[in-house]
């Protein structure tokens, strides 16, 4: 399985991006795609998940009402629009897949190499 992360950047408080994950490998069926994020000197956080097959979206409580997770599946591909963004929200942001749904907040079995997300004041 590879998971392959891109779309982070330096933006303005207040401003967007949308990150995206390119999923290979296997057949991601009723998967679990989620993103998390890790903030020097923090604990990795759970940002958002979607199943794969649709019909179940979760995020943090951090971001609700300003990030949304889609998924491609002609693409293969799982996408984080983020709005409104914060300098805490400042972080390294991995895609994450697991075929369990209580894992993928903790310890997703697959995991991107993570894309550099900086919001700045």
């Known amino acids: 399985v590879q998971l392959q992360a891109s779309g982070g950047g330096l933006v303005q408080a207040g401003g967007s991006l949308r990150l995206s994950c390119a999923a290979s490998?296997?057949?991601?069926?009723?998967?679990?795609m989620g993103w998390l994020r890790q903030a020097p000197g923090k604990e990795r956080e759970f940002v958002a998940a979607i199943r794969w097959s649709g019909g179940y979206t979760d995020y943090a409580d951090s971001v609700k009402g300003r990030f949304t997770i889609s998924r491609d599946n002609a693409k293969n591909t799982v996408y984080l629009q983020m709005n409104g963004l914060k300098p805490e929200d400042t972080a390294v942001y991995y895609c994450?897949?697991?075929?369990?749904?209580?894992?993928?907040?903790?310890?997703?079995?697959?995991w991107g190499q993570g894309t550099q997300v900086t919001v700045s004041s």
């Open positions: 490998g296997r057949t991601f069926g009723a998967y679990v």
């Open positions: 994450a897949a697991d075929p369990v749904l209580g894992s993928i907040k903790t310890m997703p079995k697959y």
